[in-house]
Structures are given as structure tokens and as C-alpha cells.
């Protein structure tokens, strides 16, 4: 067993290395900034309270995402708000950003709420394997993460695609 400062030091790791994968995560699943920032922090408690039990049989990584989805999917189930239109995010989502080039950025922060806007569209099934794929986890780590075969993960994904293409307008 593990001493507390092995474990406080892994946490921090974990948190250091894949806060902001957890962080884009949690926006799949939640549009409003303040429950999405109770649910990030409820997927920190819950990655901390598994933590003695990490046997090191699958990354950090992949410890660590499948323990934000599972807490993100509870998340959804005990409440599940009903799908806002593209304005109401962009007015709930503002972002303030000090870098050069405010149209380019406008149009960067545009497309990126209306791509949320499509992934939060989609059935949870989809949602979950577009935002995994989006964070660069293999198709290993997704079937491990969702208990399935990476052929089931890829036969998921091409449907999760084509669903997440209609969503977006693009035609096929």
C-alpha cells in the first residue's frame, strides 16, 4: 500500500498532466459553467478516492478518463437539462481572450461552441466516443475506458462521425 504522500504526489500527477483533457470532458457534458466546474471537481474527488485501489493495468491516462466518463455519465442521468440553442452557449460561454487577432479568435471560439453544441446534441453513446477520440486516446484505451473491443470502438466511432457531421450541417 501506497504512503499518503506517494498518493497526494500521484494525484497531483494525474491532475497536472490531464486537468485540462478532465476539464474538456466535463464541457462535453455539461454547458454551464458553474455545474461543469462542480463536475470537474466531483471527477478530482472520485479520481482521488480510487487512487489506493490503482493496480497500474492501464495508464494514468486511461485510469483517469474512465473514472471522469463514469462520473460524468452519473452526472448526466441524475440530471439532464435540456439542449440549448447556439446563442444561449455563446452568452453563457463569453470567453475573454487577451491574445492578437480578436476575429480570428471570435471565429475559433464560434466554431468551437457550435461543435460542442453538436457533440452535447448527440446521444450519449456518440458524445462520449467523439470527445475521447478528440482528446487522442487510442481505440486500445477507449475499449478499455468504455469496456468494449477496439472493432466495436471503431465500428462506434464511424457511426458517432456520421452523426456528428449531420449534427454539424456538413453533408456526407
Not at 56 to 69: D, K, L, M, N, Y
Amino acid at each position: 500500500m501506497k504512503s499518503r504522500s506517494a498518493l497526494e504526489e500521484q494525484f497531483d500527477r494525474i491532475l497536472g498532466e490531464h486537468s485540462a483533457a478532465i476539464s474538456r470532458l466535463a464541457y462535453s457534458y455539461e454547458a454551464i459553467a458553474g455545474i461543469r466546474e462542480e463536475l470537474v471537481q466531483e471527477i478530482a474527488l472520485a479520481i482521488w478516492k480510487a487512487l489506493p485501489h490503482f493496480r497500474g493495468e492501464c495508464s494514468e491516462r486511461t485510469f483517469a478518463f474512465r473514472i471522469a466518463h463514469n462520473r460524468a455519465l452519473t452526472h448526466v442521468l441524475r440530471r439532464r437539462p435540456p439542449a440549448q440553442s447556439l446563442e444561449e452557449l455563446e452568452e453563457v460561454n463569453e470567453p475573454v481572450d487577451p491574445r492578437p487577432h480578436p476575429d480570428e479568435q471570435a471565429a475559433l471560439t464560434s466554431q468551437r461552441a457550435r461543435l460542442m453544441s453538436a457533440i452535447q446534441s448527440l446521444p450519449l453513446a456518440h458524445s462520449q466516443l467523439i470527445v475521447m477520440m478528440l482528446e487522442g486516446l487510442s481505440y486500445a484505451e477507449i475499449g478499455e475506458v468504455l469496456g468494449i473491443t477496439e472493432n466495436n470502438v471503431a465500428v462506434r466511432l464511424t457511426r458517432a462521425r456520421k452523426a456528428l457531421k449531420e449534427a454539424i450541417g456538413v453533408s456526407l
